[in-house]
């Protein structure tokens, strides 16, 4: 099982991290939610707990709760930036059967 960020991903969420001022990574997570059952949730990973997967991508770490897991297995995340209003995560998810019409949820 793995979750990975691309090098452009990588360099934004350490370049964030570094004007919090503190952090480990990225916690990626889903909830229920949407037109199509799930939605993806995104934060600061301030720390590790025992119900959470650890990836590392760019030397940034991806942390991922056990039970959002077999959801996300396989995602690459990338961050793009299509103009100075319009920028933000994309998601890459091979598990991912139907998405919303507005690409807001999914489902597997």
Do not use: W
Not at 30 to 46: I, Q
Not at 53 to 65: L, N, P, R, W, Y
């Amino acid at each position: 099982m793995a979750v990975e960020l691309t090098e452009n991903a990588a360099r934004h969420v350490s370049q964030m991290l570094a004007k919090r001022g503190q952090g480990i990574g990225l916690r990626l997570g889903t909830k229920k939610a949407g037109c199509s059952g799930f939605t993806y949730v995104v934060d600061y990973a301030d720390a590790v707990g025992e119900n959470d997967a650890v990836f590392e991508s760019h030397g940034v770490k991806v942390v991922v709760d056990r039970d959002s897991l077999p959801l996300v297995d396989g995602t690459v995340i990338d961050f793009v930036r299509n103009n100075l209003l319009n920028q933000g995560f994309e998601f890459h998810n091979p598990n991912v059967k139907n998405t919303c019409g507005c690409g807001e949820s999914f489902s597997v």
